[in-house]
């Protein structure tokens, strides 16, 4: 997580890129539910289990969902799984977890049923409470700072090689992105150890890809669209000289 490692003292210093965008991507604040039930009683109902809202209740009041999706087991045990996130999660982490708690079944229950309620087991984590997260589910970088510290996310500083979901460069802030980005730094130590055990194939989209082997997008440029630019820079300078000599006259 860029918070943390802002926080270690690093001897040398890293680079103030490095420094400077590690302080500004900070981590979101998230709620993470998991609720188990007897049943898949929204399943039975012809639901997914699938809910996305801005949290706004039937009655008008502020509620905690964010989204909810179905988190039943291979197994078959039936669960639901949540986030309360960004504002919604800076208001009811303020409350007890009880009221969070039935605010959340509550909030279900007006997009699933009544059954909702009726669970056998309600946990959650307050990612922001924990000291080697401070949040989540992602630390993006503040408005206008990728404008000047772009270097510091990835690339390593002597021996020192950063990875995290962050600095992927697909699925950024889940697991996929995690995995590509260990991936992506365990080839670059191996390539700094033994650059002759790596492949030019495999350095891309690493600190030490060649840049011959970034993919160049090229701008085709298809010959029917250059005769319709020309036609019609023609057709208008036409019409320019046509009011130019209009003008003309009537000044005349």
């Given at each position: 997580?860029?918070?943390?490692?802002?926080?270690v003292?690093?001897?040398?210093?890293?680079p103030?890129?490095?420094?400077?965008?590690?302080?500004r991507m900070?981590?979101?604040?998230?709620?993470k539910?998991?609720?188990?039930?007897?049943?898949?009683?929204?399943?039975?109902?012809?639901?997914s289990?699938?809910?996305?809202?801005?949290?706004?209740t039937?009655?008008?009041?502020?509620?905690?969902?964010?989204?909810?999706?179905?988190?039943?087991?291979?197994?078959?045990n039936?669960?639901?799984v949540?986030?309360v996130a960004?504002?919604?999660?800076?208001?009811?982490?303020?409350?007890?977890a009880?009221?969070r708690?039935?605010?959340v079944?509550?909030?279900?229950?007006e997009?699933?049923?009544?059954q909702?309620?009726e669970?056998?087991d309600?946990?959650?984590?307050?990612?922001?409470?924990?000291?080697?997260?401070l949040?989540?589910?992602?630390?993006?970088?503040?408005?206008?700072?990728?404008?000047?510290?772009?270097?510091?996310?990835?690339?390593?500083?002597?021996?020192?090689?950063f990875?995290?979901?962050?600095?992927?460069?697909?699925?950024?802030?889940?697991?996929?992105?995690?995995?590509?980005?260990?991936?992506?730094t365990?080839?670059e130590?191996?390539?700094?150890?033994?650059?002759?055990?790596?492949a030019?194939?495999?350095?891309k989209?690493s600190?030490?890809c060649p840049?011959?082997?970034?993919?160049?997008?090229?701008?085709?440029?298809?010959?029917?669209?250059?005769?319709?630019?020309t036609?019609?820079?023609?057709?208008?300078?036409?019409?320019a000289?046509?009011?130019?000599?209009?003008?003309?006259?009537?000044?005349?």
């Amino acid at each position: 997580m860029p918070q943390q490692t802002a926080s270690v003292q690093f001897n040398p210093s890293l680079p103030l890129e490095k420094l400077e965008l590690f302080k500004r991507m900070p981590a979101g604040c998230i709620v993470k539910f998991i609720i188990t039930y007897q049943n898949t009683f929204w399943r039975d109902a012809g639901f997914s289990g699938e809910i996305v809202t801005c949290g706004r209740t039937k009655t008008g009041e502020d509620g905690p969902l964010g989204v909810v999706f179905d988190a039943t087991s291979p197994n078959g045990n039936p669960a639901l799984v949540g986030f309360v996130a960004a504002k919604q999660a800076v208001k009811w982490s303020c409350d007890e977890a009880s009221k969070r708690k039935a605010a959340v079944l509550s909030a279900i229950a007006e997009f699933l049923g009544p059954q909702a309620e009726e669970c056998l087991d309600y946990v959650e984590q307050n990612w922001g409470e924990e000291p080697y997260t401070l949040g989540g589910p992602v630390s993006p970088a503040t408005t206008g700072c990728m404008a000047y510290f772009t270097a510091g996310l990835r690339q390593p500083f002597n021996r020192i090689h950063f990875g995290g979901t962050e600095s992927a460069t697909v699925w950024c802030g889940f697991m996929n992105g995690a995995v590509q980005a260990g991936t992506r730094t365990a080839i670059e130590v191996l390539y700094h150890l033994r650059p002759q055990a790596v492949a030019t194939e495999e350095l891309k989209q690493s600190a030490y890809c060649p840049a011959s082997t970034w993919p160049q997008k090229k701008r085709k440029v298809k010959r029917h669209k250059i005769l319709k630019w020309t036609l019609g820079f023609g057709v208008l300078t036409c019409l320019a000289l046509v009011a130019r000599r209009a003008y003309i006259k009537y000044i005349d």
